[in-house]
């Protein structure tokens, strides 16, 4: 057996427990040879590769980012790269290929198994935690643990100068990184893509809680937070060549409007890569193990289109065709319930 494993899309945290894993359960229980292609999908199409062994493997679960290297984009944006992709597996003689990656490189892999036949099997990954038809993604938690951390540290400095301090995170659909550590970091406000915001709300809050005694706020903001129709303006995103938006300037604006409207100075921490780097948590490991093990399961058993997700605390499938231009969004009722009990 011929496996070939790539990651694509943004690095998180856990890329390399899966890839160990994947290696020493495929070479020491199926005998099977490894291919660990380079940067993602670009390394398919230009068959840059590694024969990877156990050996190649040690030691690597605790460290971040990804050994193979990764890449946004894929086939499906040049002329040829279908056809390359495809001539890599005949070259190479691959019997399935693993592709451990987030929403746009799962939909990838899904193509080419329901467009092209060719046998690919996913394992979703992302600080975002937003895949659909996972209750979770590695690298998530890490995330959540970095930014609480941060928030914690900010609560110091923003008390000791009664200032507002705007948390920016990442997340530019789903809340997910925001509500988790809005709620663990123990924030003011938790503004997030899916429960588009009303400045005015927001400032009341604000104001409420330092009328009330206490110094200093907390405003956790996701990076894809959107206000009310008509109630803000903000400059439009950047997209960037992989056409994804770059929304930095909503917690910007909202800095500076909760300034001039509390009256409290407001300082703006954009967290930005730092979610993303550095050694995953023991439970991201082990989520990451466990898939990575699963994932050789699904090759053998020519579990093709399928990926491998995390159900009710057990390891399932799930076609990757549930991915396509989803995003799995937040529950709102906690978050309502949280704005509306904790919060303040
Ligand atoms: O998809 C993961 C993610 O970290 C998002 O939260 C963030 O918006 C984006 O990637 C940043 O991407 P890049 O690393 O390309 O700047």
Redesign the pocket.
């Known amino acids: 057996m011929r496996l070939g494993v790539l990651t694509g ?4 945290p856990g890329l390399n427990a899966v890839i160990r894993s994947i290696v020493r359960k495929a070479e020491t229980q199926f005998g099977a040879e490894i291919i660990g292609f380079f940067d993602a999908w670009d390394g398919v199409m230009e068959q840059r590769y590694s024969l990877l062994k156990t050996n190649d493997v040690r030691g690597i679960a605790p460290k971040g980012g990804t050994i193979l290297g990764t890449r ?1 984009g894929g086939p499906f944006d040049s002329n040829h790269g279908v056809a390359n992709v495809q001539q890599a597996f005949r070259d190479l003689g691959l019997d399935s290929l693993v592709v451990i990656g ?1 929403n746009g490189s799962l939909t990838v892999a899904s193509r080419l198994h329901e467009e092209f036949g060719l046998p690919t099997i996913g394992v979703p990954k ?3 935690n937003d895949v659909v038809g996972t209750d979770a993604t590695f690298g998530f938690q890490t995330a959540v643990q970095i930014a609480t951390d941060a928030i914690d540290r900010l609560h110091t400095t923003a008390e000791s100068h009664d200032r507002i301090m705007v948390v920016e995170v ?3 659909d789903a809340g997910w ?1 925001a509500l988790h550590a809005g709620i663990a970091g123990g924030a003011t406000a938790i503004v997030v893509p899916e429960a588009p915001f009303d400045i005015i709300e927001l400032t009341e809050i604000v104001k409420r809680r330092h009328v009330n005694g206490r110094y200093a706020s907390i405003v956790v903001v996701a ?2 937070a959107k206000p009310k129709p008509g109630t803000l303006e903000i400059p439009p995103p950047v997209i ?1 060549k ?1 056409g ?1 938006a ?1 929304n930095g300037d909503v917690s910007r604006v909202i800095a500076s409007e909760l300034e001039t409207r509390t009256g409290y100075e407001s300082r703006l921490v954009q967290l930005g ?1 730092v ?2 780097g550095g050694t995953p948590t023991s439970y991201d490991r082990v989520l990451a193990t466990r898939f990575g093990l699963a994932a050789v399961d699904a090759c053998v058993n020519r579990e093709f289109g399928q990926m491998v997700v995390l159900r009710s605390g057990e390891i399932e499938r799930e076609s990757m065709k549930v991915t396509s231009g989803k995003t799995r969004t937040i529950n709102l009722d906690l978050y309502n319930d949280v704005v509306a009990s904790f919060i303040g």
């Open positions: 899309g943004g690095d998180c946004r987030g992302t600080i975002d990442m997340g530019r990184i990076e894809g960037d992989n994804h770059y890569h979610q993303r």
